[in-house]
């Protein structure tokens, strides 16, 4: 990420974790603001469903923060979303108001 010795300290906290024999790790920290990231590992894995309750959460807060309902689609999606684990309508939320905007409130672990 620069000169600002971020990598060494990545790459310091990353030795640090112990990685059960054949079990794979990869980890990536993005700064939405400044667009820098730095990953370990090379893997992409599946979250899971738990990532669509802080897509749902940011959704709901910046609806709120806006003074405003959810439109007809972002109540479909949502819906789609939570009731059938739709990884489509998932991200089609993500996408829907601009990833930064999106990632707001959305909770650390998301």
Avoid: C, Y
Avoid at 14 to 24: F, H, L, T
Avoid at 39 to 53: E, I, L, W, Y
Avoid at 101 to 107: G, L, Y
């Amino acid at each position: 990420m620069g000169s600002d010795g971020w990598d060494a300290r990545w790459a310091a906290a990353m030795a640090a974790v112990a990685v059960p024999d054949g079990a794979e790790v990869s980890v990536g920290v993005l700064d939405p603001v400044s667009g820098a990231g730095v990953r370990h590992g090379g893997r992409a894995f599946v979250t899971a469903s738990v990532v669509k309750v802080g897509i749902l959460v940011a959704l709901l807060l910046e609806a709120q923060d806006a003074g405003r309902a959810l439109t007809g689609e972002e109540r479909s999606h949502a819906a789609a979303m939570i009731g059938r684990s739709d990884n489509d309508a998932a991200s089609a939320l993500w996408r829907s108001g601009g990833r930064p905007a999106s990632t707001r409130h959305t909770p650390a672990w998301a």
